[in-house]
Nanobody, 126 residues
Framework: QRQLIESGGGNVQPGGSLSLSCAPSGFPFPYYAIGWFRQAPGKEREIISCISNYDGSTAYADSVKGRFTISRDNIKNTVYLQMNSLKPEDTAVYYC???????????????????WGQGTQVTVSS
C-alpha cells in the first residue's frame, strides 16, 4: 500500500520552531520528489519546499527561504521539514506529497503531485 505518513506539527508561539516528518512507504519508484505544501483557511494549497531523493537537491518558496529547511534521512527513508522563526502567517495545514519525478523546482502546483499525506496542523499564535 502506497502511503505517506506525516508527523509533527502543533502549536507554537511566534519565533518558535517545529519539525515535521514524512515517511513514504510502498512506492515502487526508485527515485521521486517530495514536496511540502500548506493550506491556510480560504487560501490555495501552496508548495513551500521540495527535495529530490535522486540527488538531494532542494527548493524553497520565498516566503520560507532562510527559515525552513528540508532534509532527508535515507536510512530512515524519511523527509523532514525544520521550521524556525515561525510567524502567525505560517499557520496552516501542512501536507507532504510525492511524485515520480527525479527533480523538483519548488514551483509545482498541487496537481503535479500524485500522493499525499494526511496533513498536520501548524498553529503559530501568542
Amino acid at each position: 500500500q502506497r502511503q505517506l505518513i506525516e508527523s509533527g506539527g502543533g502549536n507554537v508561539q511566534p519565533g518558535g520552531s517545529l519539525s515535521l516528518s514524512c515517511a513514504p512507504s510502498g512506492f515502487p519508484f526508485p527515485y521521486y520528489a517530495i514536496g511540502w505544501f500548506r493550506q491556510a483557511p480560504g487560501k490555495e494549497r501552496e508548495i513551500i519546499s521540495c527535495i529530490s531523493n535522486y540527488d538531494g537537491s532542494t527548493a524553497y518558496a520565498d516566503s520560507v527561504k532562510g527559515r525552513f529547511t528540508i532534509s532527508r534521512d535515507n536510512i530512515k527513508n524519511t523527509v523532514y521539514l525544520q521550521m524556525n522563526s515561525l510567524k502567525p502567517e505560517d499557520t496552516a495545514v501542512y501536507y507532504c506529497a510525492l511524485n515520480d519525478h527525479y527533480f523538483c523546482s519548488g514551483k509545482e502546483t498541487r496537481y503535479e503531485y500524485d500522493y499525499w499525506g494526511q496533513g498536520t496542523q501548524v498553529t503559530v499564535s501568542s
